[in-house]
C-alpha cells in the first residue's frame, strides 16, 4: 500500500500539481473545509499587503509556499485563502 500511494504521489505531483498529495490526504482535505468555516475566518490572521506599492511583480505569487496566487487578493488586501499558512505574520 506505501509503494501504490508513493507512485501515485510521485506521478500525480510530476503530471498535476506539485502538491498533489494535500489533494488526497484526508488531513488536508479536512483542514480545508475547517479553515473555510465563519468562526475559524474571524479568529485567523490574514498575510495582508499594502495595494497601493504594489508594482505587479507577481513575486508574492512565485515565493509563496502553498503555491497560492497570491496576486489575485490585491484587491482585498490579504490573503484569505483556505490554504495560506500565514508564513509572513
Do not use: Q
Not at 488536508?28 to 499594502?50: C, L, P
Not at 509556499?65 to 482585498?76: G, L
Request: glycine share 4%; net charge positive; proline share 2%.
Amino acid at each position: 500500500m506505501i509503494i501504490v500511494t508513493t507512485l501515485l504521489t510521485i506521478v500525480l505531483g510530476t503530471v498535476y500539481n506539485h502538491r498533489a498529495w494535500c489533494t488526497i490526504c484526508p488531513m488536508g482535505t479536512m483542514a480545508h473545509y475547517v479553515s473555510k468555516t465563519e468562526d475559524s475566518k474571524k479568529r485567523a490572521k490574514h498575510i495582508s499587503f499594502i495595494t497601493d506599492t504594489c508594482v505587479d511583480c507577481k513575486l508574492c505569487t512565485k515565493s509563496c509556499p502553498m503555491a497560492i496566487d497570491v496576486h489575485t487578493h490585491k484587491c482585498s488586501g490579504k490573503v484569505l485563502d483556505g490554504d495560506c499558512l500565514k508564513c509572513n505574520v
